[in-house]
């Protein structure tokens, strides 16, 4: 006997259980990444301008493959330094001076479910102050918008069992912004991060009797590089998110040749093990590709989760030197 739900009820529902990334519904609301490594700007703003060049990167994320409907996820990000001593400039001059710096970006990202899909774009600002020679702190900002959109099924195959979800329609738009603090130097870093700060409620159903909450999402990240040789580099990194009383830590490392080609493996608590591999090509172009092997429950329905991220470092100097190479 099909069971009768209240529209509204049901498409808040919805809502929630397409949004988490775990199995809980009390859970991570905003896309996730297995990338994040090769763009810490995406869960904290003030990565941007740590490097001497225009970073400009994109990525693609295909999560479950198999399952229908399954969250797919893709983003646009580029920032830049102003003012900033290049690491191509004279060493000497460079410790000496110990310049602050500025720096601007931009990030707009999406992610689809089924019906249910997220836009958002955002720019931002970031302050980095030198405290010596060698280690920076910087402070970041990111102000936009985010877009809920519930659409109606309209082929067969998409439909389901409840005529409320497939025609249920509608679109909510409210601002959105985060804040981090990034400490970092050429062998080390560390930061913290809030997302979805503002903690706003995106209204479900026309009557504005029900909506849903942005939580707030806090990050903790912190790598370090240890030189093997003057070829190789190992680097171990972890990632910790929580929002809502959901605590989720990434576990990873990394193997890094002659600053160009890389490999490396993660694992996530209640998700995923992770296997990773990448490589700059002209000093220039930056590739990463990656698997995620499903060991959640949805192991026996999943094919896995495919990600690639493209990048290109457009050079303001002769020579491209960044302390954010070793991550």
């Known amino acids: 006997m099909r069971m009768t739900i209240n529209k509204t009820l049901r498409l808040l529902l919805l809502f929630f259980m397409l949004y988490t990334g775990f199995e809980n519904v009390q859970a991570q609301q905003q896309g996730q990444f297995s990338q994040y490594m090769l763009n810490y700007y995406m869960v904290n703003p003030a990565v941007s301008g ?7 990167k994109a990525g693609y994320r295909q999560q479950w493959a198999g399952i229908d409907g399954a969250p797919k996820n893709y983003y646009v990000s580029a920032h830049t330094p102003l003012g900033k001593l290049h690491g191509s400039h004279h060493g000497k001059r460079a410790n000496k001076q110990m310049l602050e710096h500025h720096s601007i970006g931009g990030l707009f990202n999406g992610q689809t479910t089924g019906q249910l899909s997220r836009t958002s774009g955002y720019a931002s600002y970031a302050y980095h102050l030198p405290l010596d020679s060698k280690h920076f702190l910087a402070l970041g900002i990111m102000a936009g918008a985010v877009q809920y959109s519930l659409t109606p099924t309209f082929g067969a195959a998409q439909k389901v069992d409840d005529d409320a979800i497939n025609t249920a329609n509608f679109s909510s738009i409210v601002p959105d912004g985060s ?14 991060s809030t997302t979805q700060l503002f903690d706003n409620r995106i209204n479900v159903d026309a009557s504005d009797n029900l909506n849903a909450t942005l939580n707030r999402h806090y990050y903790f990240a912190g790598g370090y590089g240890i030189k093997v040789n003057r070829e190789t580099k190992i680097i171990p990194s972890t990632l910790i998110k ?47 590709v990656s698997y995620d092997v499903t060991t959640s429950n949805l192991k026996s329905y999943s094919g896995g989760t495919y990600e690639f991220v493209l990048g290109y470092r457009l050079s303001q100097n002769a020579g491209i030197i960044s302390p954010s190479d070793f991550w």
């Open 50 to 56: 740590t490097e001497d060049f225009v970073d400009i």
């Open 179 to 192: 804040i981090g603090l990034w400490f970092y130097s050429d062998d080390y870093f560390t930061g913290l």
């Open 242 to 288: 929580y929002s809502n009383n959901v605590l989720q830590m990434d576990l990873n490392c990394k193997v890094k040749y002659l600053g160009k080609l890389w490999a490396g493996a993660s694992y996530r608590n209640k998700d995923a093990i992770v296997f990773l591999a990448g490589c700059l090509i002209a000093k220039q172009v930056e590739v990463g």
